[in-house]
């Protein structure tokens, strides 16, 4: 209870009705949203540099792709996954490998920005659990995420003229959807670290590093060496990448479609529960040694 000025006791919102509450944890959750965007957009240059910059990168891997194979098609890769649409088999998996980016830069790294604008403190006295600001960071980021795809699918089909089967948007976005919150279980892991060691983005680096190779995003499952497909398999963005453009150009996955979003559906539990147990004891120890304020 707390006392509202006028001599009344109010209920603290922390401790009312589970209603009240997660209304007021959405509120906090869209408050950190809107922060975000107006701090973005403060930098108009900056934000459309932010938008161009996948399109960018995403060039050199068609290219490549292209070069490799003699033209847009290859039929060793339609062997493999069955379908021979290099352009399109790349481009997908690199537009929504970066809601993984996503994870791990943008959620990992919130916290550091609140340590360099020195509001860190005042952000964690708020009385809302400490996790609903990484998610509110989280909200921001893949809203972003969702901006830098279109550029990236319009420009592509104004270059290559994309081939997708467009009935298999909506079941394509359900697995995203669910590989976006496996994905914010490691997004907390990664902004925890950032409590404890201060310059988190050396995880970061290492796992996003890890990721990249073990999720195959421009080249099949098959070619990688069996451990590493094993890995492969147990991080949500694999089952994200395959269901995507199994959906979406009928690739073969090797598994069927319920198969796959049981998968995710499980490492979706274990990952938001990993993330949040790591987060909890991490926060926990830095309030005790006293070290949440340091640079």
């Not at 339609?78 to 996503?102: A, H, P, Q, R, W």
């Not at 809302?128 to 420009?155: A, C, D, E, K, N």
Request: with cysteine.
């Amino acid at each position: 209870m707390t006392n509202d000025g006028t001599g009344q006791s109010t209920a603290d919102p922390c401790h009312s009705s589970l209603p009240r509450r997660l209304r007021h944890y959405a509120s906090a959750v869209w408050a950190e949203n809107i922060k975000e965007w107006k701090l973005e957009l403060t930098y108009p240059l900056d934000f459309l540099r932010s938008l161009i910059d996948p399109v960018v990168y995403l060039l050199p891997y068609v290219f490549y792709g292209i070069a490799l194979v003699g033209g847009r098609f290859s039929p060793n890769l339609e062997k493999l996954v069955g379908t021979t649409d290099i352009v399109s088999f790349i481009t997908i998996g690199y537009v929504f490998i970066g809601f993984m980016n996503m994870a791990l830069w943008a959620m990992g790294f919130s916290l550091r920005k609140e340590q360099m604008y020195g509001t860190l403190e005042a952000v964690f006295a708020a009385p809302v659990p400490r996790w609903i600001f990484t998610m509110g960071m989280s909200m921001h980021s893949i809203l972003h995420q969702f901006l830098m795809i279109l550029v990236q699918l319009l420009f592509i089909l104004a270059v290559f003229s994309l081939k997708v089967n467009p009935l298999g948007l909506l079941p394509a976005l359900a697995m995203i959807g669910l590989m976006l919150i496996a994905l914010y279980g490691i997004g907390m892991i990664m902004a925890s670290t950032t409590l404890l060691f201060k310059q988190g983005w050396l995880i970061s680096e290492a796992l996003g590093s890890l990721l990249m190779v073990v999720t195959p995003i421009a080249y099949p499952l098959a070619v990688l060496p069996l451990f590493m497909q094993k890995v492969a398999l147990a991080v949500p963005t694999t089952y994200g990448i395959l269901a995507s453009r199994h959906f979406l150009m009928g690739e073969q996955m090797g598994f069927s479609v319920l198969t796959a979003f049981v998968r995710v559906a499980v490492l979706c539990i274990v990952w938001v529960v990993f993330g949040l147990v790591v987060f909890a004891l991490i926060d926990r120890y830095t309030r005790r040694s006293g070290t949440l304020s340091h640079y």
